[in-house]
Nanobody, 115 residues
Framework: QVQLVESGGGLVQVGGSLRVSCAASGSIFIINRMGWYRQTPGKQRELVAAMTSGASANYADSVKGRFTISRDNVKKTVYLQMNSLKAEDTAVYYC?????????WGQGTQVTVSS
């Protein structure tokens, strides 16, 4: 069984910073990709940032230059550092691990950016 546990969400003012983390546990041998998605009510979940096993990262255009994805392979943890936050970044953030052909998701953590 693989479990992903997220932490670090919360309330922050516009222009502020926040870091969310996602730690994986269980039978994990090869992590093909780690990523962060977000979702707001009535909208589809969207990719925010992802990092492959080769450490290549890609970002949604809306967060480029503001968000940084990173990982700790030993801790099996992926991070998302969010700077210069905007009100439109408010969402539930979900981490995603792709292990082989399977996708695993965290429970989601709320990030609220207030103006």
């Amino acid at each position: 069984q693989v479990q992903l546990v997220e932490s670090g969400g919360g309330l922050v003012q516009v222009g502020g910073s926040l870091r969310v983390s996602c730690a994986a546990s269980g039978s994990i041998f090869i992590i093909n990709r780690m990523g962060w998605y977000r979702q707001t009510p009535g909208k589809q979940r969207e990719l925010v940032a992802a990092m492959t096993s080769g450490a290549s990262a890609n970002y949604a255009d809306s967060v480029k230059g503001r968000f940084t994805i990173s990982r700790d392979n030993v801790k099996k943890t992926v991070y998302l550092q969010m700077n210069s936050l905007k009100a439109e970044d408010t969402a539930v953030y979900y981490c995603n691990f792709r292990l082989g052909h399977y996708d695993y998701w965290g429970q989601g953590t709320q990030v609220t950016v207030s103006s």
